[in-house]
């Protein structure tokens, strides 16, 4: 059974920095395109960064602030996420998949609040 688990989220002011974490389980994260998302009330989901073992893209609103790694390890992939602004107040979501057979999984998800 595959599991993917968010941790890091919470509240932050604006300029500030939090670490999102997701292990996944039942995967080997070489083998998938792996990947952040987030959706904030109202919005649809929208990609924040997503790395395959070659590759690594990031949404035009995060280039500069954001930085997506992997622990292969641990089985875990992570995003520092610095200079944060209101606007990145969302969920984030943990993305794995193989679109090119059918393959994608999500985690539940972990709250990010950036207020003063």
């Known amino acids: 059974q595959v599991q993917l688990v968010e941790s890091g989220g919470g509240l932050v002011q604006p300029g500030g920095s939090l670490r999102l974490s997701c292990t996944a389980s039942?995967?080997?994260?070489?083998?998938?395109?792996m990947g952040w998302y987030r959706q904030a009330p109202g919005k649809q989901r929208e990609l924040v960064a997503k790395?395959?073992?070659?590759?690594?893209a990031y949404a035009d609103s995060v280039k500069g602030r954001f930085t997506i790694s992997r622990d292969m390890a641990k089985n875990a992939i992570d995003l520092q996420m610095n200079s944060l602004k209101p606007e990145d107040t969302a969920v984030y979501y943990c993305?794995?998949?193989?679109?090119?057979?059918?393959?994608?999984?999500w985690g539940r998800g972990t709250q990010v609040t950036v207020s003063s």
């Open positions: 790395m395959t073992t070659s590759n690594i």
């Open positions: 039942g995967i080997s994260f070489g083998l998938y395109v």
């Open positions: 993305n794995a998949n193989q679109l090119w057979v059918g393959t994608d999984y």
